[in-house]
């Protein structure tokens, strides 16, 4: 099983501002994802990073606002930018391998508030 | 398009079993999950289903039937820590990757 850690856990952060989250897993995995989780709702895929190329983004996400990289095959960050409250969400990380695995391990979160 | 449905909030009473049922419709299906997550805490993986079938785990079990875009967790003996939010997820192959669709959660309330 794969051990992700992300951080920070929580912030609080300005509107206006731009937060970075870092993932970094304990082996090498091909595909990272990135959800949200808006209070009280269930996970929203954002982007898939794949190393070595362009993030791919979900209906609704925009590569300006959530720019993403990955440059290993360890590692990879989620920045949320120009950050307003309606940004307030926990983002999580995870990890999978293609077709032939179990996307089954998340990252335990960063729990962001936007004031 | 995807959609996933499942109901909103269940209860049930320690040592009962529960069902939680999922429905689905995808065009790249390839798996179906299980999630648990309990309040400030990040999804924990239960099952996962590919064939059309039952898989036992323990006090959980996870049906598929692929053919009718249908999918249960049953919970056996119910614990009190068994109150959590359970995630349906389908894994939908596209682009030429997986991606895990998530359905709305159960909010499963244990109560003595």
């Known amino acids: 099983s794969a051990v992700i850690s992300q951080k920070p856990s929580r912030d609080i952060c300005q509107r206006g501002t731009s937060l970075t989250i870092q993932c970094q897993v304990d082996s090498q995995v091909t595909m990272m994802f990135w959800y949200r989780q808006q209070p009280g709702q269930s996970l929203t895929l954002i982007a898939t990073a794949n190393q070595g190329s362009e993030a791919t983004y979900e209906s609704g996400f925009v590569i300006d606002k959530f720019p993403i990289s990955r440059p290993n095959l360890t590692f990879s960050t989620l920045t949320v930018s120009n950050m307003s409250p309606e940004d307030s969400s926990i983002y999580l990380c995870?990890?999978?391998?293609?077709?032939?695995?179990?996307?089954?391990?998340f990252g335990q979160g960063t729990r962001l508030t936007v004031v | 398009g995807q959609n996933i449905d499942q109901p909103t909030e269940m209860t049930a009473t320690e040592g009962a079993i529960v069902q939680i049922n999922c429905t689905y419709q995808?065009?790249?299906?390839?798996?179906l999950f299980w999630y648990q997550q309990h309040a400030g805490e990040a999804p924990t993986f239960l099952s996962y289903?590919?064939?059309?079938g039952l898989e036992e785990k323990g006090r959980f079990s996870s049906f598929l039937s692929r053919s009718k875009g249908y999918s249960y967790l049953l919970l056996k003996e119910l614990q009190m820590k068994d109150s959590a939010s359970y995630l349906c997820a389908v894994r939908d192959w596209a682009g030429g990757y997986n991606k895990l669709i998530f359905g709305a959660g159960t909010r499963l309330a244990v109560h003595p």
């Open positions: 289903n590919v064939l059309d």
């Open positions: 995870s990890v999978g391998e293609g077709q032939g695995s179990v996307e089954a391990f």
């Open positions: 995808t065009s790249g299906f390839n798996g």
